[in-house]
């Protein structure tokens, strides 16, 4: 099962290895699931550490570099799907671009424009409820 990873579920593992996001960030990275990013994932994870964390761009490096070891990471594709209509934020359809590219099942954020957005495919979930998700029963 495919999960794509948005940029603030990457941010607070990035920054913390305690708490929900970390904890759905490693079941997303593990099997039975592919953990997967894309450009846009890592050019925006770069643009908040630079203005917002400038003293922990050490830490993303290195949390990048070995989360790279265990995600897919996917391009986003130049042909635009007319479901990114239903998002608010047009930073956020490149992502959701990428997702649907790559035939992610999910897409695990923390973003209220993807979990409010109505989309059921890929599936929006955040967290907490990716924390609590039973893949088996399903």
């Not at 929900?20 to 925006?44: D, H, L, M, W």
């Not at 989360?67 to 209509?85: F, N, S």
């Amino acid at each position: 099962m495919k999960v794509l990873i948005d940029t603030n579920i990457l941010i607070s593992a990035a920054l913390s290895n305690k708490g929900t996001p970390y904890k759905a960030f490693i079941k997303a990275v593990n099997f039975p699931f592919r953990g997967i990013i894309c450009e846009q994932n890592v050019s925006e994870l770069r643009r908040i550490f630079s203005s917002k964390f400038p003293n922990r761009l050490f830490a993303l490096e290195t949390f990048l570099s070995t989360a790279l070891l265990t995600l897919d990471y996917v391009a986003i594709p130049d042909i635009a799907y007319d479901i990114e209509q239903q998002l608010r934020d047009i930073n956020d359809r490149p992502i959701l671009r990428a997702a649907i590219y790559a035939d992610a099942d999910m897409i695990l954020t923390g973003d209220k424009d993807f979990l409010e957005s109505g989309i059921q495919r890929p599936r929006m979930i955040s967290a907490s409820d990716f924390i609590n998700y039973d893949y088996i029963s399903l």
